[in-house]
C-alpha cells in the first residue's frame, strides 16, 4: 500500500499543475484548468467502472455501483466521499484536492470488491470562495442552496456566476439536478489538517468532531481623500490610519479570548495613491470560534470597536456581512465508525475540531457527515510549502478501507443491512 500512498502524492503534484498561473497553483471556480482536472480525474472513474458526470454546479461526479446482491428492497443507499477542487491563489498542492483523490485511490485498491451501498465521489467545484466571494457553491448546489441571488453574483470581470456556469458548457437552470436524494446514507471527506495540532502531537491521523463556526464581513472606514502634502495632520480624516488602528485592536482582542481567532486578510485603499491620503479603505474580518456565542459576541464587539475609533478621527463606518455560518457538529455515527477503523488500524484514536470550513460543514445540516484528518507537516497550508506524509496518506488508506467495512457491517435496517452495537 506505500507504493499507492506514493502515488497518491505524485497525482496530487501533477494536478497542482493545472492552473490559472504559471508556477503556482491557482485554479478557482469552473476556469480552463478545472477541465483539465476533470478529464484526469474522470479518465480514473472510467477505469474503476464507475459513471462519470459534471452535474449543472460543476462538481465532478463518480458513482461506484452496490454489489449485485444487494437484498434491501428498491435501490441501495449511497456513501458520498469527497472534497474540493478548487484552491487559494498560490495554493499547496493537497488541500481539497487530496481528499477526492485518496478516495479514488480507495476504490482502486478494493480491486472490483463492492459493498451493499453504492459510492459516490464528489470533486466539488468551488469551496474556497475565492472566484465570487460565496464559498461553498460545490456543495451547496448539492443540499439546493444555489440560489437566483447566488447565480446573479459576479466576479472581478463582471462575469456572472450563472454566465460562468454557460460558458463551462454546463445549464444553470438545471442545478436542481444536483441536490442529492434521501438514499445518501452519508458523506465522508479526508483532508489535510491545515493546522499544526496532530504534527506536534506526533499523529497521523485525527477525527473531527466539529467545524468551528465563522463569521465574515467587510468593515469599510470612509473619510476623506486629500494632498499628502498640504493637509495638515490635525486636520485628515484618513481611512488607512483608522483602519490600521483597528486592525491592532482585532489582534489584541483575539488573542485575548482562548479559541478565538480573528483575521484581517484583505485591506483595498482608495483612491491608493503614495501621495494622496486615503478616503476609504474596506477591510476583510474572519472571526472563529467553537462556541458561537463567543463566536458572535467577539464579531459585534469588533464591529463597535470600529465604529468608535471612526467617531474619534471623524469617520464613518460602513459593515457588510459575508455570511455567518453555525458550528457544525459531526454525526456521532458516522464518527463512531471513523474511531472504530482507526483504532483496528493500530493507531491512538485523537477527536479534534476543525477551524478551517470544509464542505461537510454545508452537507452535515442534510446527511450524516465526518471528517478524517491527515496531519500537515509544519502545519503548513494555503503555501506551496503544503506537504502530506506519505505514512499517513497509507494510513489514511487503511482507515478508509476499514471505515467501508465497518459501515457495511452496520448499515441500520432501513438501509438494507442489520445494525450491531460494539
Not at 482502486?108 to 465570487?132: K, W, Y
Not at 458548457?169 to 496532530?198: C, K, N, S, T
Request: contains cysteine.
Amino acid at each position: 500500500m506505500s507504493i499507492r500512498a506514493k502515488e497518491v502524492i505524485d497525482y496530487c503534484r501533477a494536478l497542482a499543475e493545472c492552473s490559472e498561473e504559471p508556477g503556482v497553483t491557482t485554479r478557482t471556480f469552473l476556469s480552463e484548468p478545472m477541465r483539465e482536472v476533470h478529464a484526469r480525474l474522470r479518465s480514473w472513474m472510467d477505469r474503476l467502472g464507475m459513471s462519470a458526470s459534471v452535474d449543472a454546479a460543476g462538481n465532478l461526479r463518480g458513482v461506484y455501483p452496490a454489489r449485485l446482491s444487494f437484498n434491501g428492497g428498491g435501490a441501495p443507499p449511497v456513501l458520498l466521499i469527497g472534497s474540493h477542487l478548487d484552491t487559494v491563489p498560490g495554493a499547496g498542492a493537497f488541500d481539497g484536492v487530496l481528499g477526492v483523490v485518496l478516495a479514488l485511490a480507495l476504490l482502486d485498491l478494493l480491486d472490483g470488491h463492492r459493498f451493499p451501498f453504492s459510492i459516490e465521489v464528489v470533486g466539488f467545484s468551488d469551496e474556497e470562495g475565492v472566484r465570487f466571494g460565496v464559498p461553498f457553491i460545490g456543495s451547496r448546489a448539492l443540499v439546493g442552496a444555489v440560489h437566483h441571488e447566488l447565480l446573479n453574483r459576479r466576479d472581478a470581470h463582471g462575469c456572472r456566476l450563472s454566465d460562468a456556469i454557460r460558458r463551462y458548457g454546463l445549464d444553470p437552470d438545471r442545478i436542481h439536478e444536483a441536490r442529492v436524494g434521501a438514499d445518501v446514507l452519508g458523506y465522508l471527506e479526508f483532508h489535510i489538517e491545515q493546522g499544526p495540532v496532530l504534527d506536534k502531537l506526533g499523529l497521523p491521523l485525527g477525527i473531527v468532531d466539529a467545524i468551528a463556526g465563522q463569521s465574515r464581513l467587510d468593515v469599510v472606514f470612509v473619510g476623506a481623500a486629500g494632498h499628502a502634502g498640504t493637509t495638515p495632520m490635525a486636520a485628515r480624516r484618513d481611512a488607512l490610519a483608522a483602519a490600521s488602528e483597528w486592525i491592532g485592536v482585532v489582534e489584541r482582542e483575539a488573542r485575548a479570548t482562548p479559541g478565538l481567532v480573528a483575521t484581517v486578510g484583505r485591506v483595498d485603499v482608495q483612491p491608493g495613491a503614495a501621495n494622496v491620503i486615503a478616503g476609504r479603505c474596506r477591510a476583510s474580518l474572519d472571526v472563529r470560534h467553537v462556541d458561537d456565542r463567543t463566536r458572535t459576541e467577539a464579531r459585534d464587539g469588533l464591529v463597535a470597536r470600529a465604529r468608535q475609533i471612526a467617531l474619534g478621527r471623524g469617520l464613518e463606518v460602513e459593515c457588510e456581512s459575508r455570511g455567518d455560518q453555525a458550528t457544525v457538529l459531526m454525526h456521532p455515527w458516522l464518527v463512531s465508525m471513523l474511531e472504530r477503523s482507526v483504532e483496528r488500524s493500530g493507531f491512538l484514536v485523537y477527536r479534534l475540531s476543525s477551524g478551517a470550513g470544509h464542505d461537510a460543514m454545508i452537507l452535515a445540516d442534510h446527511v450524516p457527515a465526518a471528517m478524517l484528518f491527515l496531519r500537515s507537516p509544519g502545519g503548513v497550508s494555503h503555501h506551496p510549502d503544503e506537504s502530506v506524509i506519505e505514512e499517513d496518506v497509507t494510513a489514511a488508506l487503511a482507515v478508509g478501507r476499514l471505515c467501508l467495512e465497518e459501515i457495511a457491517d452496520r448499515l441500520p435496517p432501513e438501509r438494507g443491512g442489520h445494525h450491531r452495537h460494539g
